[in-house]
């Protein structure tokens, strides 16, 4: 077993730091970090590269931070921050701005369909005022079967803006400004909270009974847990679309490397997170044609992902 | 005083399915109390009500004097533990991080574990024997190390109530009366409530007992009290033997294994003695054969298993000769049945007209064992005859019934 917990959060740290200065200073435009004098390479840095980076950062920690949450809580290494309907309903919403409002409150409602559709299924599996995992995740596949029809009446409705909206639902970061980073900077705010209760995921992982015999308010848990993730993974949505497989693959991987203790795990997930998407989104713009950066983590992390499946049947 | 735990008239469903109906019980500081009883009949329920996992449809579950509902999750893990009979782990936690949850309702959220909390479980690993375990993953251990640990995890909690939902069942013997005892040990600092699949272990770990049936507590008491013959076949429908155990005084149960009497058909008489028959009349039961045994001194052990069995025995008192009148009744039975069979046996002065008696006799003999002397020669030369006349030496209980099956 390969555990450093101990090492590995300093490591990444000083990995995520240092590709923020890397990545900066990758592009078409052949810029580095000592020529940049000129006005014209000042506007380029600080207005277009630095906040696309500051905005993979910010989407990285996101889903990282939501991926480990719903793998904690629903006790499965398969769970992805989109797995309650948020990417669908997320991805409706955008839809809807682009097909009817020109594009005009695309981030509002992608935030407003990501969140409402968690809000959704979680109501849909509310029994006498406790939510089963297992009626979550089966309502969350029934809603975002329902949303993607919906979604797929959209496109194809959608004339001339179809290709708009399948470069939206696969995720990128070409068009983010200070403004959406502004509105990332509430991931991390959000993540302190997920943070909160990285107790509680590990005892959860005994089983909710065991957790509720060991002092954990499981129900409690779950509602704020749920809550939140949906908000980090609306926010990640509404700035970059569905970026696939980060939230999925990120905590699978720090789980072997640091074990399963969500107190190291929970951080650790966050900056691989901002990590990959940081150097995927390099990937996506030096490219000679810019790509979706979804297509490039799910074309990277599901070889991987298979590679692990095969390597441990457990993890 | 105030009664540790106390439900008081507890009804429990899952959705339309009554489970428990109207159920009260008290139970003072301090005891370990064992809870019996048949499948589905409401034991785990019970535990899951007591410890707050289920609510009930009406009435109510006291932890020391106050409603289990009005408690906060954590205060009640403070004095409430409970071990399952199978925990699944979802992530490969380490033995020591599992067993360090169990500080989990005395530290704060995001407060580092003191010294304490760290000697705390190692004191609960040292106890249930899985220190050495401490760095490795739960998915590695066995299930029978799985459950100590989680045995160690709970006692880290330090609760002043221990629920135990048949923790011990899939362990090894050993495993089981460890742990056992370990729990026993904690007693009367801490209060059990344990739900048992098996008699023996609740009867002589428990001081309490609890029998349940159909949701309902029919018997409370001493595990002698609750332990009966009646108890257990009203339950359970099954008859078990009541014993005391001969080195703790407690009773302890084995089954009747109960056959039904030979109906007719074919019959054999057994002639055995100093316990050679028991085994045979259990199998020629079990086969069908209507059994005949004799004669017997009173004292044997096949007159007693005779007895039990239900079967038509010859019996002399003991140390006596065998009378005329028990061999003309032997006589009437050999007479009617189809074959006879000689389990091995000491024959003295005493038994000798057991073999006498075949010498004109007109059934097909059968010896399964050898027959010792005790008669100077006597008994040696009627088996010799009786081998001369056709008598057959079968060399195990299955040839004979080879033999003798229709």
Request: negative net charge; charged residues 15%.
């Amino acid at each position: 077993m390969l555990r450093r917990p101990v090492l590995i959060l300093p490591v990444l740290l000083l990995l995520l730091i240092e590709s923020i200065f890397v990545t900066t200073c990758i592009g078409v435009s052949g810029l580095s970090l000592w020529n940049f004098d000129t006005a014209m390479i000042q506007k380029l840095l600080f207005e277009v590269r630095l906040p696309r980076v500051c905005g993979a950062v910010l989407v990285g920690l996101g889903l990282g931070a939501a991926g480990c949450a719903m793998q904690g809580l629903f006790r499965n290494p398969m769970a992805d921050p989109y797995i309650i309907g948020t990417s669908s309903g997320g991805a409706l919403g955008a839809a809807f701005a682009i097909v009817f409002l020109g594009g005009l409150f695309l981030p509002v409602l992608a935030f407003a369909g990501a969140t409402l559709s968690t809000v959704m299924v979680y109501i849909i599996s509310l029994r006498h005022g406790r939510v089963a995992v297992e009626t979550l995740l089966l309502s969350g596949i029934a809603v975002s079967l329902f949303l993607s029809a919906l979604l797929s009446f959209f496109m194809y409705i959608s004339g001339n803006s179809l290709h708009q909206i399948m470069f939206w639902m696969m995720g990128g970061f070409w068009n983010v400004y200070w403004d959406d980073v502004i509105l990332g900077l509430l991931i991390p705010a959000a993540c302190v909270a997920v943070f909160v209760f990285s107790r509680d995921l590990n005892v959860m992982a005994l089983g909710e009974e065991e957790a509720v015999h060991l002092g954990v308010n499981t129900e409690k848990t779950k509602r704020i847990l749920l809550l939140v993730s949906s908000f980090i993974t609306g926010i990640a949505v509404s700035i970059a679309g569905c970026i696939g497989f980060v939230g999925l693959i990120i905590p699978h991987i720090m789980r072997i490397l640091t074990g399963p203790d969500h107190r190291v795990l929970l951080p650790a997930s966050m900056m691989a997170g901002a990590i990959l998407l940081m150097w995927a989104d390099t990937a996506a713009r030096t490219l000679p044609v810019e790509i979706p950066v979804g297509i490039i983590t799910v074309f990277l992390g599901a070889p991987f992902f298979i590679y692990l499946l095969r390597r441990r049947t457990q993890v | 005083m105030t009664p540790v735990i106390s439900a008081e008239q507890l009804s429990v469903s899952y959705g339309d399915h009554k489970v428990l109906r109207d159920l009260s019980l008290v139970v003072e500081e301090g005891r370990f109390i064992g809870i019996l009883g048949p499948n589905g009949c409401g034991k785990t329920t019970f535990l899951r009500a007591l410890s707050r996992i289920l609510a009930p449809d009406a009435g109510a579950v006291l932890i020391e004097g106050l409603d289990v509902a009005a408690y906060d999750t954590r205060e009640l893990a403070r004095i409430l533990g409970c071990v399952r009979q199978e925990t699944d782990v979802a992530f490969p936690f380490t033995v020591r991080e599992i067993v360090l949850m169990g500080r989990h309702p005395h530290i704060g959220r995001l407060a580092p574990l003191g010294e304490a909390d760290l000697s705390i479980a190692d004191e609960a690993m040292r106890r249930t024997n899985t220190l050495h375990l401490a760095d490795k993953l739960i998915t590695e251990v066995s299930g029978g190390e799985r459950q100590r640990v989680l045995i160690a995890r709970t006692l880290t909690q330090q609760p002043k109530i221990l629920l135990l939902d048949e923790p011990t069942s899939h362990l090894d013997i050993n495993h089981q009366l460890e742990i056992l005892s370990l729990i026993r040990e904690l007693t009367p600092k801490i209060t059990v409530v344990g739900v048992f699949h098996d008699f023996n272990l609740a009867s002589y770990f428990c001081d309490r007992l609890i029998l349940m049936s159909g949701g309902q507590i029919v018997a409370a008491g001493t595990p002698a009290e609750v332990l009966t013959e009646e108890r257990i076949s009203e339950s359970f429908s099954v008859r078990m033997l009541v014993h005391m155990h001969p080195l703790t005084g407690k009773p302890y149960l084995v089954p009747a294994y109960d056959v039904a009497a030979g109906a007719g058909g074919v019959r054999v008489h057994v002639i055995s003695g100093g316990g050679s028959g028991s085994e045979l009349y259990h199998l020629l039961l079990l086969h069908g054969f209507r059994v005949t045994a004799g004669v017997l001194a009173a004292n044997d052990s096949d007159a007693a298993a005779a007895a039990a069995l239900g079967i038509e025995a010859v019996v002399e008192p003991p140390f006596a000769a065998v009378s005329a009148a028990a061999v003309e009744g032997m006589r009437g039975l050999v007479a009617e049945a189809d074959a006879v069979v000689v389990a091995g046996m000491p024959v003295g002065l005493g038994n000798l007209a057991n073999l006498s008696v075949l010498k004109d006799a007109d059934v097909p003999v059968y010896f399964l064992g050898r027959c010792e002397d005790y008669a100077g020669g006597a008994a040696d030369a009627l088996c010799a005859e009786l081998a001369g006349d056709g008598a057959v030496a079968v060399v195990s209980a299955a040839d004979l019934m080879r033999r003798i099956l229709p």
